[in-house]
């Protein structure tokens, strides 16, 4: 495949160490052949909406594999696996180039929401990475501004200080920053005083608790209120209901992202989903199904 002609090799330094390792590079091999076929690495995408009017206001690409014969599987299912081996810097330039060719389409019919992309943790170990990211927003044409890099967690201390200069290359480039799984870290509320960040997403774990308990209701409204001093951005994850959607709004989270709204979509049914959901008026939003 591809993969091998750019001279890949499949990280192995701890195989050997856990059961399943012989299973994983199987899969690591199986994934350079993945990235010489077409359709095989997929995106789903989902929108992010204005909690109240329901108008999207972004779009998150979430990628997925379609294995030949595994059938289709989620990032949980292949990502650690790939984050441990070489194929990370070309499964991330996919995954770059489907959602900035994604976001290209929906620009082209009039909607002009950003793309939120997935960063794994590892990536911000990498210097490279600033310059993939800029290479790949100069392949699509696309301004800086319309990519938003969503980012997790910690890495270990020891590199830190590399963290620190990914992330300020990759602000300078203009790219927006989000905070992803917000609350769930121990990083998070040190997260957004090291660095300045566009956005912060509320777990989808407190949303799912917020009606039954008033810690969870409460950690809503701090990130709310934190989002509002600093400035920021607040999208709720993982809205699924209309108590969920009324409670939010209670607390004044101005967007949410989740089922309730819409599902995540393939890529070619996605205009579609984002051109309905700017059609809907707040009360009446039904919403759209696609994959379980
Ligand atoms: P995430 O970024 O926090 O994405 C949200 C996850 O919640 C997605 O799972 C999405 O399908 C799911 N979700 C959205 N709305 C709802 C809802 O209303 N209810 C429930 N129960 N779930 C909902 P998915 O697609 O399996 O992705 C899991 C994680 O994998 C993501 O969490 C993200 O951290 C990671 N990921 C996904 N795509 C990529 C990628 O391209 N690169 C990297 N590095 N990580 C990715
Ligand atoms: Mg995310
Ligand atoms: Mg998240
Ligand atoms: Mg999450």
Known sequence: GRAKEQGLTVGTYDSGQDASSTDRLALLAELQDAFAADDQIMLHLQPAVDLVTAEPTGCEALVRWRHPRR??????????????????????????????AAAADWTAHGIDVPVSVNVSARSLTDPTFPAQV????????????RLV???TESVAVSEQDIVDEVLARLRASGVQMSLDDFGTGFSSLSSVTRMPVDEIKID???????????AAGAVVRGAVELGARLGVRVVAEG????EQRA??????????QGYHFCKPMPADKIVQALTQLRGSSSARVTPLRADG
């Open 134 to 145: 800029t290479e790949a927003l100069r392949r699509h044409r696309t301004p800086a501004s």
């Open 204 to 214: 989808r774990s407190f949303v799912e608790e917020m009606i039954d308990s008033p």
């Open 149 to 151: 890099l969503e980012i």
């Open 239 to 242: 809205i699924e209901t209309v």
């Open 71 to 100: 059938g289709q599987l989620s990032p949980a299912e292949f990502l650690p696996a790939v984050e441990r081996s070489e194929l990370l810097i070309p499964f991330t330039r996919r995954v770059l180039d489907l959602a900035l």
């Open 247 to 256: 409670a939010l709004i209670a607390l004044g989270c101005p967007s949410a």
